[in-house]
């Protein structure tokens, strides 16, 4: 089997006068897992789409395997694509759907059982392969979808939410049967999803997009460890990131002040130069530790409610000046509402933000 | 257990007979009998002999019913200088009747297909031109109609009135399959194309065979239509190729001596009878959910 890098340089898509994507570059290596993370609207399927060849763009260059494919028809693009709706041929068996795009390719027919009888396998579709499209359910369906992609054998698997028209567990069921897939076949695939755990569980590398602008591209690690901004950090996590005001002091070693709490700064990697300015600090739920109340730079806060998660216990607190936040315990936490609790806020976890900019300090 | 949940069955709450229910119900009652009294005087005056007519009695049920007058109505009721029933005009309208049916659907479901799944340039503007001209009265067409076809040396001829029915359904025709088509998931199009089908392909192995209840809307339609018009056909269709429509007014309207009532209705009633027959029989054929099972059901 093929497997074709992608590379996408400046591309501009707009519809009439309204502009989607500006000046977009990305590069997906061969074989890897690209997720587009980002909320509706923010142009992440257009992109998919224009990929595809389903939409055309206005400037730029697509390539996939190195050939340019900017104004190549969709077939020729060695590509296959999974929907969100499914988009089965509603009036043919799941056999004829398989077999669809190989049939209008003129492929002889034991290379097409072939195809499709492997394809039926891997999906665990053999039994449903005479069945109507109406006969199968939900999950199914999907099967279906990403079987009639498999079969194209192309460089390129492109998915637009596939995952977004089924229930809670059959999505974490399929999330693991893609990922199973990619890990066996090996193949480029680039996946559209507004889900983030979607984004985080399967991605070699994220791409989070707002306003049609890639705003971080990289890991699903460096992502949640090191948002380059305001959005991405709220965007990214759940329960989400944390966020209190403030403002960066330099006096007595580098600190942020919110309210009348300090928080030590020490150990925390800047990436711009230090000054005193208006600051957001954030902080995710997981990183606060309940510390004595003896600790240097122990932090109290009021417990305001406590939400019970099986596995662990999300508490929601404020700082004396009303300041709301989070964080996460352990399940068997005594807490209750009204206690009062010393916090521990480390620094190496802390991401600094600038107040105006929202940018990564 | 059985016995028991039949035993007592669960009380259904009796709908009370209120005044305005009872007016609903007169109502109806009335309006049905207004629309099927003109039915119940042809169907019995059709099957009196010319002697019973005479007596007067509109409303009464035939003494000794014959089907003289409709075999004669079939077979040699005369229709202008020739007298052989309006059989002739029947297999007329049916000889324009298929055609332009077969041709005006395939013609207006392709164009719906191409202004609403492809991004034809000016699309809209072309639809729009095309319903503008589906509301001007069709009158307002047929003298430079006639003067075009004559001029195309096609004058009056079987191609002329197939092609005229053609034209004057593709508004429709398009706007219905147009609509429809719309209303499909665009991704089921969007599947196809990646899997390598071209514009025909998903036009024939796609999309039509999904369009199943706007066919029959689409052959309903057209055939009441297309059978029920007068002005095309004496226009277009040319002496030999006279509608059924068109004989039916020569048989009803050119009486010498006594007017045969008889032979009238049962004229009349023979040329209801095909719009009658698509309505009737192509009733169940109206099933929803075609394309369930395509997107999230």
């Known amino acids: 089997m093929e497997r074709s890098n992608v590379d996408i340089t400046n591309l501009q898509i707009g519809f009439g006068g309204l502009k989607v994507l500006e000046n977009l570059d990305l590069h997906v290596d061969a074989s890897e897992f690209l997720v587009l993370l980002g909320p509706s609207g923010c142009g992440k399927s257009t992109l998919l789409n224009a990929i595809a060849g389903l939409i055309e763009v206005k400037g730029g260059q697509i390539q996939i395997g190195d050939r340019d494919v900017t104004w190549a028809e969709p077939k020729d693009r060695g590509i296959a694509m999974v929907f969100q709706s499914y988009a089965l041929y509603p009036r043919m068996s799941v056999r004829k759907n398989l077999s669809f795009g190989l049939k209008v390719a003129r492929t002889p027919q034991d290379e097409i059982d072939s195809r499709v009888g492997e394809a039926a396998k891997m999906l665990r579709l053999t039994e449903l392969l005479d069945r109507r499209p109406s006969e199968l359910s939900g999950g199914q369906r999907q099967r279906v979808a990403i079987g009639r992609a498999l079969v194209r054998h192309a460089g390129v698997y492109l998915f637009d939410e596939p995952l977004s028209n089924l229930d809670a567990q059959l999505r974490a069921e399929l999330r693991v049967e893609i990922k199973r897939l990619h890990a066996r076949l090996g193949a480029t695939m680039i996946y559209v999803t507004h889900d983030q755990i979607e984004a985080l569980t399967l991605a070699d590398r994220i791409a989070v997009m707002q306003g049609g602008v890639i705003q971080q591209l990289d890991t699903p690690k460096k992502i949640y460890r090191e948002p380059v901004n305001r959005f991405v950090a709220s965007f990214v996590g759940s329960p989400a990131m944390n966020f209190l005001r403030g403002r960066i002091v330099r006096d007595g070693g580098p600190a942020f002040i919110a309210a009348d709490v300090r928080f030590d700064l020490n150990g925390y990697a800047f990436r711009s130069l230090l000054s005193d300015a208006p600051a957001v600090l954030g902080i995710r739920p997981e990183h606060i530790e309940i510390t004595g109340s003896d600790h240097p730079s122990a932090v109290t806060a009021r417990v305001e409610l406590v939400e019970p998660m099986g596995a662990d216990a999300l508490i929601w607190c404020r700082l004396t000046d009303g300041t709301a936040f989070s964080f996460r315990s352990d399940a068997d936490i005594q807490a209750r509402a009204g206690d009062t609790l010393a916090l521990r806020f480390p620094a190496e976890a802390f991401s600094l933000f600038d107040d105006q900019s929202g940018q990564r300090l | ?297």
Request: hydrophobic share 55%.
């Open chain 2, 1 to 297: 257990m059985t016995a028991l949940a039949q035993s007592l069955p669960v009380a259904r709450p009796r709908k009370r007979m209120t005044p305005a229910r009872w007016g609903l119900y007169a109502f109806i009652l009335i309006t049905a009998l207004y629309f099927l009294l003109p039915l119940y005087v042809m169907i019995v005056t059709s099957l009196k002999p010319m002697a019973e007519i005479r007596q007067g009695n509109l409303l009464a049920l035939p003494m000794s019913p014959s089907v003289d007058a409709w075999i004669k109505a079939w077979t040699s009721a005369c229709t202008g200088l020739t007298c052989e029933g309006i059989r002739v005009g029947f297999f007329n309208s049916l000889r324009i009747l298929v055609p332009s049916v077969v041709i005006s659907i395939a013609v207006g479901s392709l164009t719906g297909y191409a202004l609403s799944l492809w991004r034809v340039r000016g699309a809209n503007i072309l639809f729009g031109a095309m319903m503008i001209v589906a509301f001007i009265p069709y009158q307002v067409f047929i003298y430079p109609l006639v003067r075009v076809f004559s001029f195309a040396g096609l004058g009056q001829s079987l191609v002329t009135i197939v092609t005229i029915h053609t034209i004057f359904g593709l508004p429709t025709m398009t706007l219905l399959f147009r609509n429809y088509f719309t209303s499909l998931p665009v991704e089921l199009f969007k599947a196809a194309r990646i899997d390598g089908a071209g514009f025909y392909q998903i036009y024939a192995r796609i999309m039509m065979p999904m369009a199943t209840p706007m066919i029959v809307v689409a052959v309903i339609l057209q055939t009441t239509g297309i059978w029920n018009d007068f002005i095309l056909g004496l226009v277009f269709a040319g002496r030999d190729n006279l509608p059924m429509t068109v004989q039916l007014n020569n048989i009803v309207n050119s009486t010498q001596g006594e007017r045969a009532y008889n032979v009238d209705m049962a004229a009349t009633l023979l040329t209801a009878l095909l719009p009658l027959v698509i309505y009737f029989g192509s009733g169940r054929w109206f099933v929803r959910g075609i394309a369930a099972g395509a997107v999230k059901g």
